[in-house]
């Protein structure tokens, strides 16, 4: 089953504005990652934090993890048209070995 | 360096025939990966190994079957193809522990697209 939930399922924005997607989960977590997915393509990693962490930032990539609510979000600003894409979170529960998968948030930035 | 490359990159089979794909990884990665992603269905676990010589199941395993000989490679087999395993699939692989702990960044081949007639 899907332990990680992004919200919203699908987004578009227009070039140049801030796009936010979350992610729930329900357990404990060692960490959280987010993905990226072009169209027909293999994921792409983005950014780990780690359930010690609260924020972490790459480029115009921001990540905040709360661990309180078991939740994170990710925060692209500036977006281009390049930015479309899926993105998706998963979480490491530890023991497991495989990190579980939320069902991804569709983006679309118009020029 | 390849990073995570998959074989073929696309297929069509009958109902019935079988067929290997076949992931490489050039990271020294203990971990690996098979998934299946359907469209509004997300990623789905196959199978996946901890280790060279260990496999276990995911959260879709049947009609699947794999073999984790050697650590670089990590091979799907489909024995007896149906309509339902049409889907494109992805091998992943990371860096992990044998004995477990934390489950790294995941690092994804390019996927194959599989048609079943």
């Known amino acids: 089953s899907q332990q990680g939930e992004e919200d919203p399922q699908a987004l578009s924005i227009q070039e140049g504005e801030n796009a936010t997607m979350n992610c729930s989960y329900k357990t404990s977590i060692n960490n959280l990652q987010w993905y990226r997915q072009n169209s027909g393509r293999g994921l792409v990693h983005l950014i780990l934090i780690r359930s010690n962490e609260r924020e972490k930032h790459s480029g115009r990539l921001r990540v905040t993890l709360d661990t309180s609510k078991k939740s994170s979000s990710l925060l692209i600003t500036a977006s281009r048209a390049a930015d479309t894409a899926s993105y998706f979170c998963?979480?490491?529960?530890?023991?497991?070995?495989?990190?579980?998968w939320g069902l991804g948030t569709s983006l679309a930035v118009n020029p | 360096n390849a990073g995570v490359t998959q074989t073929p990159k696309f297929r069509v089979l009958k109902t019935g025939q079988s067929m290997t794909l076949l992931c490489a990884q050039d990271?020294?990665?203990?971990?690996m990966y098979w998934y299946r992603q359907d469209p509004g269905m997300g990623l789905r676990l196959i199978h996946y190994?901890?280790?060279?010589?260990?496999?276990a199941k995911g959260e879709v395993p049947d009609g699947y079957n794999v073999s984790r000989l050697k650590k670089q490679n990590f091979l799907l087999g489909l024995e007896s193809a149906a309509p339902s395993q049409t889907s494109v699939y992805f091998c992943?692989?990371?860096?992990?522990?044998?004995?477990?702990?934390?489950?790294?960044?995941?690092?994804f081949g390019p996927g194959t697209r599989l048609t079943v007639l």
């Open positions: 990271m020294n990665h203990e971990y």
């Open positions: 998963a979480t490491d529960r530890g023991a497991l070995r495989k990190l579980i």
């Open positions: 992943a692989s990371s860096y992990g522990s044998f004995a477990g702990g934390v489950t790294d960044t995941q690092y």
């Open positions: 190994s901890v280790g060279e010589g260990t496999t």
